[in-house]
């Protein structure tokens, strides 16, 4: 059979079809496809005939196959193109305003209450070298140590520490070997309830499951045996974490600060005593026996975070991350964050929460509060959800407390802040309210019902049981409950601010604060 380039072109265009259908690739050109061989028996073309008669025609049978192979084989194309748009249109597609909130709410709350740990403690460099070089000696080298890591609340003690135990812990030889013992003197009230801890934490053999069984002075006995057995070669290094220290202090005769700090101190097991504590008098609350045996090992933290470093981190914890689901509303909330840095008002707000304390703690709270304003019809914070956060965070819950008293209950207030001004701060009892309370009723009031005495004792009572009032002797000395003497726990401002804003306030009433003030 010979072939003619027309029948050849034919069966070329046939092969690419059956190609593209069965196994297309893109990267498969026509030169690597396999050639018709034009020398083969059967396959050699009359070039005669072409020149002669010109090109062979195809007959109307190939036509019709021809063009039922290309129908076929076109639906096989365009699904592969509707593949790549649909993949194009999943790219570019945006969530809702809802979706993206409700993400920004997950995770800037999950942020703010679960607190993670940085990279490395932002402004203490110097005390995270010395803590992780002390605990790294006892892991490593089995030389016991003890170390007081003193600051205020919410200053980062204990992320100090999580931070070097962090590090220290991703070394194998560590990880494998040190046993930590984690005590809270708020959970430990005394020694009895820490040695049962101590003993449950460490899995000694005294334990079974989770109760710990044998006297108090059995089980110090079977810790320091223990504790002592051992040596700097063989034995695991200890680190006991006693966060609170200051209320270990105040546990009778101090037995197991004693023994602790003994251990620590002798060539035994290797143990390293950890105490955070805020109170910078601590030492003072040891005996002597137990301050002989304590290193005099202290870490002390003073925030000297700057208000630029302040305002940095205020940008960094409102942050989205890059890998948000909708790019185009992360960077949006980014940059709508970015220009809330730089408005005169905010900064305001956070120089006066940075003046008065600068930890993380409030921060975050302030953060929480702005955070509950946004919504699908807010998406973004403004400069007026920041001012309504910190009016939230600094309200005073007392003067909170007063806006939902009575008018009876509110008029008792003012009653005993005028025998406070009367009588120069002296304690009062319930008669000398109750007096004062009926000359305003009969002089200057025609607007406030005249209560009964058992009406107006019941609303005595629920001001001493809201705590804003209390009695001078603490409740112990046995005399009627109107006689009893008592002391408002409010000022003048605090009476004065919740007089303007109580709702509905009657007039006569304003007008005697005003008097008993004046």
């Given at each position: 059979?010979?072939?003619?380039?027309?029948?050849?072109?034919?069966?070329?265009?046939?092969?690419?079809?059956?190609?593209?259908?069965?196994?297309?690739?893109?990267?498969?050109?026509?030169?690597?496809?396999?050639?018709?061989?034009?020398?083969?028996?059967?396959?050699?073309?009359?070039?005669?005939?072409?020149?002669?008669?010109?090109a062979?025609?195809?007959?109307?049978?190939?036509?019709?196959?021809f063009?039922?192979?290309?129908?076929?084989?076109?639906?096989?194309?365009?699904?592969?193109q509707?593949?790549?748009?649909?993949?194009?249109?999943?790219?570019?597609?945006?969530?809702?305003?809802?979706?993206?909130?409700?993400?920004?709410?997950?995770?800037?709350?999950?942020?703010?209450?679960?607190?993670?740990?940085?990279?490395?403690p932002?402004?203490l460099?110097?005390?995270?070298?010395?803590?992780?070089?002390?605990?790294?000696?006892?892991?490593?080298?089995?030389?016991?140590?003890?170390?007081?890591?003193?600051?205020?609340?919410?200053?980062?003690?204990?992320?100090?520490?999580?931070?070097?135990?962090?590090?220290?812990?991703?070394?194998?030889?560590?990880?494998?070997?040190?046993?930590?013992?984690?005590?809270?003197?708020?959970?430990?009230?005394?020694?009895?309830?820490?040695?049962?801890?101590?003993?449950?934490?460490?899995?000694?053999?005294?334990?079974?499951?989770?109760?710990?069984?044998?006297?108090?002075?059995?089980?110090?006995?079977?810790?320091?045996?223990?504790?002592?057995?051992?040596?700097?070669s063989?034995?695991?290094p200890?680190?006991?974490?006693?966060?609170?220290?200051?209320?270990?202090?105040?546990?009778?005769?101090?037995?197991?600060?004693?023994?602790?700090?003994?251990?620590?101190?002798?060539?035994?097991?290797?143990?390293?005593?950890?105490?955070?504590?805020?109170?910078?008098?601590?030492?003072?609350?040891?005996?002597?026996?137990?301050?002989?045996?304590?290193?005099?090992r202290?870490?002390?933290?003073?925030?000297?975070?700057?208000?630029?470093?302040?305002?940095?981190?205020?940008?960094?914890?409102?942050?989205?991350?890059?890998?948000?689901?909708?790019?185009?509303?992360?960077?949006?909330?980014?940059?709508?964050?970015?220009?809330?840095?730089?408005?005169?008002?905010?900064?305001?707000?956070?120089?006066?929460?940075?003046?008065?304390?600068?930890?993380?703690?409030?921060?975050?709270?302030l953060?929480?509060?702005?955070?509950?304003?946004?919504?699908?019809?807010?998406?973004?914070?403004r400069?007026?959800?920041?001012?309504?956060?910190?009016?939230?965070?600094?309200?005073?819950?007392k003067?909170?407390?007063?806006?939902?008293?009575?008018v009876?209950?509110?008029?008792?207030?003012?009653?005993?802040?005028?025998?406070?001004?009367?009588?120069?701060?002296?304690?009062?009892?319930?008669?000398?309210?109750?007096?004062?309370?009926?000359?305003?009723?009969?002089?200057?009031?025609?607007?406030?019902?005249?209560?009964?005495?058992?009406?107006?004792?019941?609303?005595?009572?629920?001001?001493?049981?809201?705590?804003?009032?209390?009695?001078?002797?603490?409740?112990?000395?046995?005399?009627?409950?109107?006689?009893?003497?008592?002391?408002?726990?409010?000022?003048?401002?605090?009476?004065?601010?919740?007089?303007?804003?109580?709702?509905?306030?009657?007039?006569?009433?304003?007008?005697?604060?005003?008097?008993?003030?004046?």
């Amino acid at each position: 059979m010979l072939l003619s380039p027309a029948r050849l072109l034919h069966w070329r265009t046939l092969d690419d079809c059956l190609i593209s259908k069965e196994n297309p690739d893109p990267l498969r050109t026509h030169q690597d496809r396999p050639q018709a061989d034009h020398n083969a028996p059967g396959l050699t073309h009359d070039t005669s005939g072409a020149e002669e008669g010109g090109a062979d025609e195809l007959g109307m049978g190939d036509v019709e196959k021809f063009i039922g192979l290309q129908i076929r084989c076109s639906p096989v194309i365009n699904s592969g193109q509707k593949v790549i748009m649909s993949k194009r249109k999943s790219r570019e597609a945006h969530l809702a305003v809802g979706d993206c909130v409700a993400q920004v709410q997950r995770i800037l709350r999950e942020r703010f209450c679960h607190q993670r740990l940085p990279d490395r403690p932002v402004g203490l460099e110097s005390q995270y070298k010395h803590l992780l070089e002390l605990l790294r000696r006892t892991a490593v080298h089995g030389e016991s140590n003890s170390v007081l890591i003193v600051g205020p609340r919410g200053a980062g003690k204990t992320m100090l520490l999580r931070c070097a135990l962090r590090e220290l812990l991703e070394l194998q030889e560590v990880k494998q070997n040190v046993l930590q013992v984690h005590l809270s003197g708020l959970l430990q009230t005394d020694d009895r309830i820490a040695l049962k801890e101590i003993t449950r934490q460490l899995h000694l053999e005294n334990v079974v499951g989770d109760k710990v069984f044998g006297s108090f002075a059995e089980n110090l006995v079977f810790l320091l045996e223990a504790l002592k057995r051992g040596d700097k070669s063989s034995s695991r290094p200890v680190f006991f974490i006693l966060e609170e220290f200051d209320l270990f202090a105040h546990h009778k005769n101090q037995t197991l600060l004693y023994n602790l700090l003994d251990v620590s101190q002798s060539a035994q097991a290797p143990v390293a005593v950890v105490g955070l504590t805020c109170r910078l008098d601590v030492l003072e609350l040891l005996e002597k026996r137990v301050k002989s045996r304590f290193s005099h090992r202290q870490i002390h933290l003073l925030s000297c975070m700057s208000f630029c470093q302040y305002l940095d981190a205020f940008r960094s914890e409102l942050a989205l991350p890059d890998d948000f689901p909708d790019s185009k509303f992360s960077q949006e909330w980014n940059l709508n964050v970015s220009e809330l840095c730089e408005e005169k008002s905010v900064q305001e707000i956070l120089q006066k929460h940075f003046n008065s304390c600068k930890d993380f703690r409030s921060l975050h709270l302030l953060l929480l509060l702005a955070l509950t304003r946004v919504s699908v019809s807010n998406p973004t914070l403004r400069a007026v959800d920041i001012l309504e956060a910190s009016r939230m965070s600094s309200a005073d819950s007392k003067a909170n407390i007063l806006h939902g008293l009575s008018v009876l209950e509110l008029c008792l207030i003012i009653a005993m802040k005028h025998l406070n001004d009367i009588y120069e701060g002296e304690p009062f009892n319930f008669q000398m309210v109750h007096n004062e309370f009926k000359k305003f009723i009969q002089r200057k009031s025609h607007s406030i019902h005249n209560f009964e005495k058992p009406v107006v004792i019941k609303a005595f009572e629920h001001l001493l049981q809201l705590e804003l009032i209390r009695p001078v002797d603490g409740g112990v000395c046995k005399v009627q409950r109107e006689y009893q003497l008592m002391r408002l726990m409010l000022d003048h401002t605090q009476v004065m601010e919740a007089l303007q804003r109580y709702p509905q306030c009657p007039t006569d009433v304003k007008q005697w604060a005003v008097s008993a003030f004046g």
